[in-house]
């Protein structure tokens, strides 16, 4: 397969940044989905990112892990006592050189919400389907709300890269 569309980010500077974008200011649940083809693992340790909002990596994260080949998604949490909410997909959900479709839906307004993982390995299944989510840390606090600002592939440090292709990245307000 291959998609004419992606970007291809190297695993050590490139980034696609906003820095003054407001797309997910004052939003309590939200969407967020792209195909991702993963050339080798990197980042912070082996955290690839493939979004983050705002662009400094603080607020929203969504990144591929080396360490357990899948999917991680964390929301920042604010307020006496906060820790941050973290969920990923199935140990082994994700695999480097082939293509996935990654989605993420969640609903910030209480630290009882899971969200929902979505992943498509394209060379297995023939659809976008729903994943067991293993809460990694639980979340404490009021969820953030994200500064204006995103980066794709990277953070504006360029300290948590991705090496691979991202293509049809896209964000809904539901």
């Not at 603080?58 to 899948?70: I, S, Y």
């Not at 809460?135 to 090496?163: H, K, R, S």
């Amino acid at each position: 397969r291959r998609l004419t569309m992606a970007l291809d980010f190297d695993g050590v500077d490139d980034k696609v940044e906003h820095t003054t974008a407001a797309i997910m200011n004052g939003l309590a649940t939200f969407s967020v989905l792209a195909w991702i083809n993963i050339d080798t693992w990197t980042g912070e340790p082996a955290n690839g990112r493939i979004i983050v909002f705002a662009e400094n990596g603080l607020d929203m994260q969504l990144n591929v892990e080396a360490a357990n080949t899948r999917l991680r998604f964390t929301w920042n949490f604010t307020g006496g006592g906060s820790a941050d909410g973290t969920w990923a997909s199935p140990i082994g959900s994700l695999a480097l050189d082939r293509w996935f479709c990654v989605a993420v839906t969640y609903d910030k307004s209480s630290t009882a919400n899971d969200p929902l993982i979505y992943i498509w390995d394209t060379d297995v299944e023939k659809e976008l389907s729903s994943v067991v989510v293993t809460e990694v840390a639980t979340p404490v606090g009021t969820g953030a709300n994200p500064a204006t600002g995103y980066c794709v592939g990277n953070v504006t440090a360029q300290t948590i890269t991705f090496d691979g292709r991202i293509a049809y990245m896209q964000v809904w307000n539901r």
